[in-house]
């Protein structure tokens, strides 16, 4: 993933995102966004759902980006 969020609303919510690839510039690009919902006592997690966005969700606590 590109960029990995904390959900504001779901506790022990993380939402990954990735760019698609589909246009040839990534201003215009869209994002496949993978929800995985954490156990924290076990570290593991189980994706409850995907969709695509334009834009990435604000509002959570950033966990990790990738560096070009």
Known sequence: PEV???SPSQPFTQLYYRLTGRSL???ND???TVVV???PE???GTVKTAYL???IKE???LIWF???
């Open 30 to 32: 869209i994002y496949m």
């Open 53 to 55: 966005v334009k834009k």
């Open 66 to 68: 990738k560096r070009a």
């Open 4 to 6: 990995v969020v904390e």
């Open 37 to 39: 919902r954490v156990n």
């Open 25 to 27: 510039f990534r201003r």
């Open 59 to 61: 509002g959570g606590k």
């Open 42 to 44: 076990s570290g593991s």
